[in-house]
């Protein structure tokens, strides 16, 4: 099946795997908090950028992805209203719980 991919695909999946598998758990938590944030920032800036709502980004659906990635995601959400500048902690858990 991976024969069938654009190789740029293929090495995109090997860079995440590699991120996910290795450089991933080899960070603190303190590190393991600054990746979720900067990447739900960057998540949120893309979204507000598009038109749609900065907040969409928190569904259902991304939320178990990313329980899929780190267990301690809720520790790590709790964490952004004392990371971002006017984040809106009960936003996000709305969208969330859909």
Known sequence: MEKNQP???IEFR???DLFWNQTY????WEE???HWVASIQEMMRSLAGSGSDAYEGFNPEAYQEWQKSEPRIDEILAQMKL???DFDE??????IRG
Request: net charge positive.
């Open 90 to 95: 009960e936003k996000m858990w709305r969208g």
């Open 14 to 16: 090997r860079k995440e």
């Open 83 to 85: 990371k971002l500048q």
């Open 25 to 28: 758990p080899a960070k603190t």
């Open 7 to 9: 190789a740029w695909y």
């Open 32 to 34: 393991k908090i600054d």
